[in-house]
């Protein structure tokens, strides 16, 4: 039984073959002669649950999605419908769950509440973003990368702005994959020191520029994210803005990057706040893409939390 905890938990070869196991699964239902459903049911007769302590479209979707088109069952779960958000502990919860279920998402606030119901649950556990990683977004923008661009190994990656939960699943990435990250954002944003010190040791030149046109120089991929995240105060609001305003991912930054850099964004976004209409909307943007591969490459972490 494997959980999918974060990126840097998972062993880069595993990664890897997740990645090219989504992309052929992709394509094969490309292939697929015009009405025909899918044959591939490695799923059928499990039940998975999926469980969200915070709003998601996204993420609700394409497990949902997912799950179902590979023959199984799912039940979304609301964390504040569960006696969960009525003080049963998360281990109970996870004990129970296991009776019932094969297999646990879970959206939450606290990393804490996911490693608890890792270790208490009998199934396999899947994280769906908590205030400090979002893995299953990155493995989406990996298979994105690689379907426009190639190998992503090697390359330069920037993230503008805060150097929030996404990010740090782009920071355990870059060590797994071997890629390269350029932190450009307001030194009170930082991510964590823990996570670049991961990615450093595993081999990936990790560089935090304050000047954004300097660090985008030479980048492959440019990667924003909201300024405000579900787990930050909206009191917040006004002091991140004017901390990351220079930080905005627009027309003229992008000029300075490699003419052919692509752009990314998890989604939700705040247009013309941290990235501009022009951008998000534009040639080398590939959020879309990155929304779609969602799915896919959740598809390809749930076959291997559950060895089908
Ligand atoms: N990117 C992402 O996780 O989106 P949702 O919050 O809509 O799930
Ligand atoms: N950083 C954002 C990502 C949303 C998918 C948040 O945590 O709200």
Same mark, same amino acid.
């Given at each position: 039984?494997?959980?999918?905890?974060?990126?840097?938990?998972?062993?880069?070869?595993?990664?890897?073959?997740?990645?090219?196991?989504?992309?052929?699964?992709?394509?094969?239902?490309?292939?697929?002669?015009?009405?025909?459903?899918?044959?591939?049911?490695?799923?059928?007769?499990?039940?998975?649950?999926?469980?969200?302590?915070?709003?998601?479209?996204?993420?609700?979707?394409?497990?949902?999605?997912?799950?179902?088109?590979?023959?199984?069952?799912?039940?979304?779960?609301?964390?504040?419908?569960?006696?969960?958000?009525?003080?049963?502990?998360?281990?109970?919860?996870?004990?129970?769950?296991?009776?019932?279920?094969?297999?646990?998402?879970?959206?939450?606030?606290?990393?804490?509440?996911?490693?608890?119901?890792?270790?208490?649950?009998?199934?396999?556990?899947?994280?769906?973003?908590?205030?400090?990683?979002?893995?299953?977004?990155?493995?989406?923008?990996?298979?994105?990368?690689?379907?426009?661009?190639?190998?992503?190994?090697?390359?330069?990656?920037?993230?503008?702005?805060?150097?929030?939960?996404?990010?740090? &699943?782009?920071?355990?990435?870059?060590?797994?994959?071997?890629?390269?990250?350029?932190?450009?954002?307001?030194?009170?944003?930082?991510?964590?020191?823990?996570?670049?010190?991961?990615?450093?040791?595993?081999?990936?030149?990790?560089?935090?520029?304050?000047?954004?046109?300097?660090?985008?120089?030479?980048?492959?991929?440019?990667?924003?994210?909201?300024?405000? &995240?579900?787990?930050?105060?909206?009191?917040?609001?006004?002091?991140?803005?004017?901390?990351?305003?220079?930080?905005?991912?627009?027309?003229?930054?992008?000029?300075?990057?490699?003419?052919?850099?692509?752009?990314?964004?998890?989604?939700?976004?705040?247009?013309?706040?941290?990235?501009? &209409?022009?951008?998000?909307?534009?040639?080398?943007?590939?959020?879309?893409?990155?929304?779609?591969?969602?799915?896919?490459?959740?598809?390809?972490?749930?076959?291997?939390?559950?060895?089908?």
């Amino acid at each position: 039984m494997n959980h999918f905890l974060d990126i840097h938990k998972t062993n880069p070869d595993e990664l890897r073959a997740m990645i090219d196991q989504a992309g052929a699964m992709k394509q094969a239902r490309l292939d697929r002669p015009k009405g025909a459903l899918d044959d591939d049911q490695p799923l059928a007769g499990r039940m998975v649950a999926l469980i969200f302590e915070k709003p998601s479209t996204r993420t609700r979707v394409s497990f949902d999605v997912g799950v179902r088109q590979m023959g199984g069952q799912s039940m979304v779960l609301s964390g504040s419908d569960m006696q969960l958000g009525h003080g049963e502990t998360i281990a109970d919860t996870a004990r129970v769950l296991s009776r019932y279920v094969d297999m646990i998402m879970i959206r939450t606030f606290d990393e804490a509440v996911l490693m608890e119901m890792a270790e208490y649950a009998s199934v396999p556990v899947i994280n769906g973003l908590t205030d400090r990683t979002h893995p299953c977004q990155i493995m989406a923008d990996i298979l994105t990368y690689e379907e426009h661009r190639g190998s992503i190994k090697g390359k330069k990656v920037v993230w503008a702005g805060d150097g929030n939960n996404v990010c740090a &699943s782009f920071l355990h990435a870059a060590g797994q994959f071997g890629f390269d990250l350029t932190f450009t954002g307001p030194s009170q944003l930082d991510p964590e020191d823990e996570f670049i010190g991961l990615a450093r040791k595993a081999g990936s030149k990790i560089v935090i520029e304050r000047d954004a046109q300097k660090a985008v120089e030479g980048a492959d991929l440019i990667v924003a994210d909201t300024w405000i &995240s579900m787990h930050d105060s909206q009191s917040s609001k006004e002091r991140r803005h004017n901390m990351l305003r220079g930080y905005q991912v627009n027309k003229e930054l992008m000029s300075h990057a490699k003419p052919d850099a692509l752009f990314m964004h998890c989604l939700p976004a705040h247009r013309e706040e941290e990235v501009t &209409s022009e951008v998000m909307d534009g040639p080398q943007s590939v959020i879309f893409d990155e929304a779609e591969n969602r799915l896919h490459a959740q598809k390809a972490v749930m076959r291997w939390c559950l060895g089908v």
